[in-house]
């Protein structure tokens, strides 16, 4: 299964600093790296620039495969340039891991790349396979926005809303880029007044009932 990630506009210097080291990693012909963080912090984003800046110029861009049927996926076709891009590997059944250590593990041109991204778990996941886990170059750890990450990407979407809106917007999310661009995408209904916490207070029950 191919899965489409929308490209982000931006990402966050935790992403953009865990996309660097990817590329400086994938400079080496086989291996696996890994890119894991908490549910919603960014891997899939920092997964969909990868795809498009090593899929440029390519019909369709670099895939990205899922962990579900993997194995299938590789017998099916070959990646492209090397590289094989696998998001919510954290759900990788022994099936799919024992697929992508017979692509690290090979000899010559026939050895491959594999990128994996997913949550804490996926780290878990492969320290267990003792095919997978000698060949593994890179753990890329995409963490939670810090507090001036919050800020900057508040300000950006609100203006200037003041600190204890931005402090109020980080707590209810705890950092986590998905739920905050949510928490925003609500707010901006009421962007033609001065937000307050207790705006954001309320704005964030409204979507803990949407979630219900």
Partial sequence: MVV?????VILTPAQEAALGRIRFALEEPAGVVL????????????????????????????????????????????????????????????????????LVTAQGASARCVVLAGRGRLLTLVGRDSRIAPRVRLRAIVPPLTLADTGRIVESRLGDVGPDVVRT????????????????ELATVSAGRQLTPADIETIHRRLDLHAV
Avoid: F, N, W, Y
């Fill in 169 to 184: 917007c980080h707590e209810i999310t705890a950092g986590i880029p998905a739920a905050l661009v949510r928490l925003i």
């Fill in 35 to 102: 890119l894991c963080g908490p549910a919603g912090a960014g891997t899939s984003l920092v997964l969909a620039r990868l795809a498009a800046e090593l899929g440029a110029g390519q019909p369709g861009g670099m895939p990205i495969r899922t962990a579900s049927a993997l194995a299938d996926a590789i017998k099916q076709d070959a990646p492209i340039g090397g590289i094989l891009l696998v998001d919510d590997a954290h759900l990788a059944m022994p099936d799919d891991l024992d697929a992508c250590a017979t």
């Fill in 4 to 8: 489409s990630r929308s490209l982000p």
